[in-house]
């Protein structure tokens, strides 16, 4: 019954305004303004990186809702596609085939105004990609991903809780921190899960009903 609570929980889609930024405030700003010039502008690349857990893949599929086609969509006959904007994760992993599709995307983009946004796992210098396409990247906008402290995470939670119509004490914050997942989309479920839990049992949301709820997953 326990168990059945978390998974019918599901997690919550990847948007631009559920992106905790923490200190990467600069970066979410800066892609929103380019998503918002798609098409109306000078052509625009810009490139994510960090550690996982930074929140890259996170911000790449909250463009993908918001429309972004993906670089699998792109032609490759020298015709643009309809969207103005594509989003490309994990650039790093990319085969020989789809750099050269990638790099024939971001020439076709910038003939139409378009926006190319890209993810991956290191600096542009770094990247294992060919040498072109990285300098293509580096020439952009990037910016360095950080993951969010335990402070922020924190912070976040105690936000969230207010969203659904309750105070979250500080204690059950602190014993997911210390016991959970610890990605941000674990945290938020677990949460949006002990809020569902509180309800069907007509429970305050406390800590042994945190760990009621949540045995044998958070041991």
């Known amino acids: 019954m326990?168990?059945?609570?978390?998974?019918?929980?599901?997690?919550?889609?990847?948007?631009?305004a559920n992106f905790v930024a923490?200190?990467?405030i600069e970066a979410l700003a800066a892609l929103h303004g380019l998503l918002e010039s798609a098409g109306a502008a000078p052509a625009g690349i810009l490139y994510?990186?960090?550690v996982p857990g930074s929140g890259k893949t996170h911000l790449i599929k909250a463009c993908l809702g918001l429309g972004c086609a993906s670089l699998a969509t792109?032609?490759?006959?020298?015709n643009p596609d309809a969207a103005n904007a594509h989003a490309v994760d994990a650039i790093q992993t990319l085969s020989d085939d789809s750099q050269q599709a990638l790099f024939d995307l971001i020439n076709r983009?910038?003939?139409s105004s378009g926006v190319v946004i890209a993810a991956g796992n290191a600096a542009p210098r770094d990247l294992t990609l060919r040498r072109d396409l990285a300098s293509r990247f580096g020439s952009g906008l990037v910016f360095q991903l950080h993951p969010l402290s335990d402070a922020e995470k924190g912070e976040a939670l105690h936000a969230h809780a207010r969203t659904?119509?309750?105070l979250l004490r500080e204690e059950v914050a602190?014993?997911?921190?210390?016991?959970?997942?610890?990605?941000?989309a674990s945290l938020i479920r677990m949460l949006d899960a002990l809020d569902q839990y509180s309800l069907e049992?007509?429970?305050e949301i406390t800590l042994p009903l945190l760990k009621e709820m949540s045995q044998p997953s958070l041991v």
């Open 164 to 166: 659904r119509g309750f």
């Open 74 to 78: 792109a032609g490759s006959d020298g």
């Open 109 to 111: 983009q910038q003939m």
């Open 22 to 24: 923490g200190r990467n």
């Open 48 to 50: 994510l990186w960090g």
């Open 2 to 16: 326990k168990q059945l609570v978390l998974d019918l929980i599901p997690a919550p889609a990847p948007t631009l």
């Open 174 to 184: 602190s014993y997911l921190l210390r016991h959970a997942r610890r990605d941000m």
């Open 201 to 203: 049992t007509g429970r």
